[in-house]
């Protein structure tokens, strides 16, 4: 065969399922046969125009899991037909940022279904030395979950989260709801979640957290008396709204942390008393991808069961249905994930 089908984002809100040539590999690389690959925030944007315009067309992308069907001819550890996840963070691999994994630093990065052709089609092309071997029998779909787990236990290390804290997520959809199962893991408490929606707050108590809060006039009082007047020592904010972002601040106690993961439009900006900042020793940190470790912890964690998968493995659609399923992600609240079976 030299060619596949693939999802192509010609436009913004607009795939069309072509028949295009099956990437090369260079002498590191493989070719994965892709089987899941899931919708993730990222990929919205992207459909909706709000990021990413001008590199359409562009196969989105980046939540996948597959098989090996061809790999490079200096590639001795891979086996054809092993299953894998892949990082999809591509560096030199060799500048500062690179040796201290903090890939998307480096001057070369390149993110595959990004800023790259990525999953949305039957085969990828990736660097051999990004690919994690699946020894577990995990299925699938929930497989697939592992970029966005990676992308919580980063944030998780990032903002230092620890045994016993009180946590403020902003956000009870499918980023969110991880956020809260990594909380969770973790040991920290009370674990206090906001969003507007009552079936996702809902979705949120049963992962884990003990507060879902709907209202937004409730969040400060509810936030205030589980943490005797304080305010939380960690509030992360996974929806990327400017507002929330300056709540965050509020709602963080005297030498709290907030953690900055929701991404916002390019500009957005949020004031910040310095004075306050300063007295108070407020920290700050952001994160927004897995890499490297991130993605081996986080195949660990879904292959021992630690995360509640139940809510993510819900919706899947054919490679040929993709319109639709972009087109109807709002209208299913209850759907944390939907996914994209592109192969058997």
Known sequence: MTTMRAAVLTAPKRFELREVPIPNIGPEDVLVRVTRTGICGTDIHIFNGHYAADRLPLILGHEFCGTIAGRGANVRHLDISARVVVDINIGCDTCFWCRRNEVLNCAEVVQVGISRDGAFAEYVAVPARLTIPVS??????????????????????????????????????????????????????????????????????????????????????????????????????????????????????????????????????VPVDILRTVLEETSLKGSVAGMGEDMHDALTLLSHGRFRTSDFTKASYTLENIQQAFETLGDRPQDLKTQIAVSA
Do not use: W
């Open 136 to 269: 577990a029998d995990i299925a699938d779909d929930v497989l697939a979950l592992t970029e966005p787990v990676s992308c919580v236990v980063r944030a998780a290390r990032k903002a230092k989260a620890a045994l016993g804290q009180s946590v403020v997520v902003f956000g009870a959809g499918p980023i969110g709801n991880l956020h809260v199962q990594m909380m969770r893991l973790i040991g920290t408490a009370p674990i206090i979640v906001a969003d507007l929606s009552a079936d996702r707050c809902r979705m949120a108590m049963e992962a884990g957290a003990d507060a879902a809060v709907a209202d937004p006039a409730q969040l400060e009082p509810i936030v205030r008396k589980m943490t005797a007047g304080r305010g939380a020592d960690l509030v992360i904010e996974s929806v990327g709204s400017r507002r929330l972002y300056k709540q965050a601040f509020d709602l963080a106690r005297r030498g709290g942390h907030v953690a900055f993961f929701g991404i916002t439009p390019p500009g957005e900006t």
